[in-house]
Protein backbone atom coordinates (compact mmCIF):
# COMPACT_ATOMS: atom_id res chain seq x y z
CA UNK A 1 0.00 0.00 0.00
CA UNK A 2 1.39 3.61 -0.59
CA UNK A 3 0.63 6.23 2.00
CA UNK A 4 1.20 9.86 1.05
CA UNK A 5 0.94 11.91 4.55
CA UNK A 6 0.35 15.80 3.71
CA UNK A 7 1.67 17.81 6.70
CA UNK A 8 3.30 20.98 7.99
CA UNK A 9 5.41 18.84 10.41
CA UNK A 10 7.69 15.95 8.31
CA UNK A 11 9.74 15.71 10.74
CA UNK A 12 7.40 14.88 13.52
CA UNK A 13 7.02 10.84 11.59
CA UNK A 14 10.58 10.38 12.52
CA UNK A 15 10.76 7.91 15.22
CA UNK A 16 7.02 6.31 15.21
CA UNK A 17 7.42 5.34 11.53
CA UNK A 18 10.86 3.67 11.66
CA UNK A 19 10.16 1.55 14.65
CA UNK A 20 9.31 -2.10 14.93
CA UNK A 21 6.73 -3.32 13.14
CA UNK A 22 6.36 -0.02 10.76
CA UNK A 23 10.25 -0.29 10.39
CA UNK A 24 9.82 -3.60 8.62
CA UNK A 25 6.63 -2.96 6.60
CA UNK A 26 8.57 0.00 5.37
CA UNK A 27 11.75 -2.11 4.38
CA UNK A 28 9.35 -5.37 2.80
CA UNK A 29 8.01 -2.33 0.80
CA UNK A 30 4.36 -3.78 2.14
CA UNK A 31 4.29 -0.06 3.17
CA UNK A 32 5.42 2.59 0.93
CA UNK A 33 4.97 5.64 3.08
CA UNK A 34 5.76 9.45 1.66
CA UNK A 35 6.01 12.31 3.64
CA UNK A 36 4.98 15.91 2.00
CA UNK A 37 5.50 19.34 3.38
CA UNK A 38 2.44 21.43 2.67
CA UNK A 39 4.64 24.47 1.96
CA UNK A 40 6.32 22.49 -1.20
CA UNK A 41 3.06 23.63 -3.09
CA UNK A 42 3.45 27.24 -1.62
CA UNK A 43 5.02 30.10 -4.36
CA UNK A 44 4.91 33.48 -2.25
CA UNK A 45 8.71 34.60 0.22
CA UNK A 46 7.26 33.72 3.01
CA UNK A 47 5.91 29.85 2.14
CA UNK A 48 1.76 30.89 3.22
CA UNK A 49 -0.21 28.50 4.23
CA UNK A 50 -3.00 29.87 6.00
CA UNK A 51 -5.28 33.03 6.46
CA UNK A 52 -7.11 34.93 8.91
CA UNK A 53 -10.73 33.52 8.94
CA UNK A 54 -13.29 35.32 6.76
CA UNK A 55 -16.36 36.97 9.07
CA UNK A 56 -13.32 37.30 12.00
CA UNK A 57 -12.43 34.60 15.00
CA UNK A 58 -9.60 33.52 16.90
CA UNK A 59 -6.47 31.64 15.09
CA UNK A 60 -5.90 30.68 11.31
CA UNK A 61 -7.32 28.81 8.71
CA UNK A 62 -5.37 26.39 6.00
CA UNK A 63 -6.16 27.64 2.83
CA UNK A 64 -7.33 25.84 -0.06
CA UNK A 65 -5.03 26.44 -2.87
CA UNK A 66 -1.85 24.36 -1.39
CA UNK A 67 -3.82 21.75 -0.32
CA UNK A 68 -5.96 21.36 -3.85
CA UNK A 69 -2.50 22.18 -5.71
CA UNK A 70 -1.25 18.69 -3.94
CA UNK A 71 -4.15 16.66 -4.05
CA UNK A 72 -3.79 16.83 -8.18
CA UNK A 73 -0.46 16.02 -7.78
CA UNK A 74 -0.58 13.30 -5.21
CA UNK A 75 -3.65 11.47 -5.77
CA UNK A 76 -5.01 9.28 -9.37
CA UNK A 77 -8.18 7.34 -9.56
CA UNK A 78 -7.36 4.70 -6.75
CA UNK A 79 -6.64 7.72 -3.81
CA UNK A 80 -8.76 7.89 -0.79
CA UNK A 81 -8.08 11.17 -0.16
CA UNK A 82 -8.47 11.23 4.29
CA UNK A 83 -8.63 14.06 6.01
CA UNK A 84 -7.71 14.41 9.96
CA UNK A 85 -10.46 16.32 11.69
CA UNK A 86 -12.10 16.18 15.07
CA UNK A 87 -15.11 16.74 13.02
CA UNK A 88 -14.63 13.11 11.80
CA UNK A 89 -15.93 9.99 11.65
CA UNK A 90 -14.78 7.86 15.08
CA UNK A 91 -11.78 5.92 14.00
CA UNK A 92 -12.35 2.64 14.57
CA UNK A 93 -11.00 -0.89 13.44
CA UNK A 94 -13.61 -1.07 11.01
CA UNK A 95 -12.53 1.95 9.44
CA UNK A 96 -8.76 0.79 9.50
CA UNK A 97 -9.96 -2.40 7.87
CA UNK A 98 -11.83 -0.55 5.04
CA UNK A 99 -8.99 1.40 4.55
CA UNK A 100 -6.53 -1.39 4.44
CA UNK A 101 -8.34 -2.39 1.27
CA UNK A 102 -7.15 0.46 -1.14
CA UNK A 103 -4.02 0.33 -2.49
CA UNK A 104 -3.19 4.59 -1.80
CA UNK A 105 -4.19 6.79 0.52
CA UNK A 106 -3.81 10.54 1.08
CA UNK A 107 -3.82 11.55 4.84
CA UNK A 108 -4.29 15.43 4.69
CA UNK A 109 -3.49 16.41 8.55
CA UNK A 110 -4.76 19.88 9.64
CA UNK A 111 -3.13 22.77 11.77
CA UNK A 112 -4.19 25.90 13.22
CA UNK A 113 -7.62 26.22 13.39
CA UNK A 114 -7.98 23.94 10.84
CA UNK A 115 -8.86 23.33 6.91
CA UNK A 116 -10.86 25.84 4.44
CA UNK A 117 -14.27 24.41 4.07
CA UNK A 118 -13.78 23.73 0.41
CA UNK A 119 -10.79 21.19 0.74
CA UNK A 120 -13.76 18.95 2.10
CA UNK A 121 -15.18 18.87 -1.59
CA UNK A 122 -11.91 16.63 -2.84
CA UNK A 123 -12.06 14.36 0.54
CA UNK A 124 -13.30 10.62 0.88
CA UNK A 125 -13.20 9.99 4.32
CA UNK A 126 -13.12 12.53 7.58
CA UNK A 127 -11.77 10.85 10.42
CA UNK A 128 -11.41 11.56 14.04
CA UNK A 129 -9.05 9.88 16.68
CA UNK A 130 -11.02 10.97 19.96
CA UNK A 131 -13.16 13.22 21.17
CA UNK A 132 -10.37 16.11 22.57
CA UNK A 133 -8.16 18.30 20.14
CA UNK A 134 -5.05 18.33 19.25
CA UNK A 135 -2.41 20.82 18.21
CA UNK A 136 -2.47 19.33 14.29
CA UNK A 137 -2.63 16.45 12.42
CA UNK A 138 0.17 14.27 12.42
CA UNK A 139 -0.51 12.55 15.19
CA UNK A 140 -3.76 11.30 14.05
CA UNK A 141 -2.09 10.50 11.02
CA UNK A 142 0.36 8.20 12.40
CA UNK A 143 -2.47 6.19 15.02
CA UNK A 144 -4.72 5.77 11.52
CA UNK A 145 -0.92 4.59 9.61
CA UNK A 146 -0.46 2.15 12.38
CA UNK A 147 -4.07 0.96 12.59
CA UNK A 148 -3.98 0.30 8.84
CA UNK A 149 -0.66 -1.15 8.24
CA UNK A 150 -0.90 -3.55 10.77
CA UNK A 151 -3.41 -5.21 8.46
CA UNK A 152 -2.10 -5.50 6.00
CA UNK A 153 -1.40 -8.98 4.16
CA UNK A 154 2.02 -10.22 5.75
CA UNK A 155 3.02 -7.07 7.90
CA UNK A 156 1.97 -9.14 11.23
CA UNK A 157 4.19 -12.51 11.74
CA UNK A 158 1.09 -14.13 11.90
CA UNK A 159 -2.00 -12.73 10.10
CA UNK A 160 -4.62 -14.45 12.78
CA UNK A 161 -3.32 -11.88 14.90
CA UNK A 162 -5.09 -9.42 13.69
CA UNK A 163 -8.29 -11.46 13.75
CA UNK A 164 -8.44 -12.66 17.61
CA UNK A 165 -8.25 -9.40 19.03
CA UNK A 166 -10.01 -6.83 20.71
CA UNK A 167 -12.84 -5.10 18.30
CA UNK A 168 -12.07 -7.28 15.38
CA UNK A 169 -15.46 -9.09 16.57
CA UNK A 170 -17.24 -6.14 18.25
CA UNK A 171 -15.68 -7.82 21.51
CA UNK A 172 -12.25 -6.88 23.62
CA UNK A 173 -9.90 -9.44 23.40
CA UNK A 174 -9.78 -12.22 26.12
CA UNK A 175 -7.28 -12.77 28.92
CA UNK A 176 -3.89 -13.61 27.94
CA UNK A 177 -1.08 -14.97 29.83
CA UNK A 178 2.59 -16.50 29.80
CA UNK A 179 4.86 -18.68 31.99
CA UNK A 180 5.19 -18.77 34.47
CA UNK A 181 1.79 -20.67 35.55
CA UNK A 182 2.35 -19.47 39.20
CA UNK A 183 3.93 -15.78 39.89
CA UNK A 184 3.63 -14.40 43.45
CA UNK A 185 0.71 -16.21 44.12
CA UNK A 186 -1.09 -15.53 40.86
CA UNK A 187 -2.46 -18.25 39.26
CA UNK A 188 -2.89 -19.14 35.53
CA UNK A 189 -6.09 -20.36 34.89
CA UNK A 190 -6.27 -24.21 34.59
CA UNK A 191 -8.20 -24.28 31.75
CA UNK A 192 -5.41 -22.62 29.63
CA UNK A 193 -2.54 -25.73 30.70
CA UNK A 194 -4.46 -28.81 29.94
CA UNK A 195 -4.61 -28.77 26.14
CA UNK A 196 -8.07 -28.94 25.51
CA UNK A 197 -8.02 -26.93 22.72
CA UNK A 198 -12.28 -26.89 22.31
CA UNK A 199 -12.49 -25.81 26.16
CA UNK A 200 -9.84 -23.55 25.94
CA UNK A 201 -11.81 -21.48 22.79
CA UNK A 202 -15.09 -21.62 24.70
CA UNK A 203 -13.48 -20.36 27.96
CA UNK A 204 -11.85 -17.61 26.12
CA UNK A 205 -15.08 -16.88 23.94
CA UNK A 206 -16.72 -16.68 27.67
CA UNK A 207 -14.36 -14.39 28.84
CA UNK A 208 -14.26 -12.04 26.04
CA UNK A 209 -17.90 -11.54 25.90
CA UNK A 210 -18.05 -11.26 29.96
CA UNK A 211 -15.16 -8.60 29.83
CA UNK A 212 -16.98 -6.69 26.77
CA UNK A 213 -19.75 -6.69 29.13
CA UNK A 214 -18.76 -4.96 31.70
CA UNK A 215 -16.18 -2.61 30.31
CA UNK A 216 -17.75 -1.76 26.12
CA UNK A 217 -21.58 -2.91 26.71
CA UNK A 218 -21.85 -0.35 24.17
CA UNK A 219 -19.57 -2.68 21.51
CA UNK A 220 -22.27 -5.83 21.70
CA UNK A 221 -25.41 -3.06 20.88
CA UNK A 222 -23.89 -3.20 17.73
C1 LIG B 1 -6.42 22.55 16.63
S1 LIG B 1 -7.09 21.39 15.53
C2 LIG B 1 -8.41 22.29 14.77
C3 LIG B 1 -9.70 22.03 15.41
C4 LIG B 1 -10.86 22.74 14.71
N1 LIG B 1 -10.89 24.12 15.05
C5 LIG B 1 -12.16 22.09 15.17
O1 LIG B 1 -12.67 22.45 16.20
O2 LIG B 1 -12.61 21.17 14.48
C6 LIG B 1 -5.87 21.34 14.26
C7 LIG B 1 -5.83 20.07 13.44
O3 LIG B 1 -5.43 18.98 14.27
C8 LIG B 1 -6.01 17.78 13.80
N2 LIG B 1 -6.76 17.18 14.90
C9 LIG B 1 -6.91 17.67 16.14
N3 LIG B 1 -7.64 16.86 16.92
C10 LIG B 1 -7.97 15.80 16.16
C11 LIG B 1 -8.72 14.61 16.39
N4 LIG B 1 -9.29 14.35 17.56
N5 LIG B 1 -8.84 13.72 15.38
C12 LIG B 1 -8.29 13.96 14.17
N6 LIG B 1 -7.57 15.08 13.89
C13 LIG B 1 -7.40 15.99 14.86
C14 LIG B 1 -6.88 18.14 12.60
O4 LIG B 1 -6.14 17.87 11.43
C15 LIG B 1 -7.10 19.62 12.82
O5 LIG B 1 -7.34 20.29 11.59
Not at 1 to 12: E, G, Q, Y
Not at 48 to 58: L, Q
Not at 149 to 160: E, H
Request: glycine content about 8%; charged content about 25%; hydrophobic content about 35%.
Amino acid sequence: MKVDVLTLFPAMFAGPMDESILRRARESGRLELALHDLRDWTYDRHRTVDGAPYGGGPGMVLKPEPIFEAIDELANDTTQVVMLTPQGEPFRQATASTLSAHEHLLLLCGSYEGFDERIRTRVHHEISIGDYVLTNGALPAMVVIDAVTRLLPGVLGDDASSVEESFSENTLDYPQYTRPAEYRGLEVPEVLQNGNHAAIEQWRREQAEQRTRERRPDLLKE
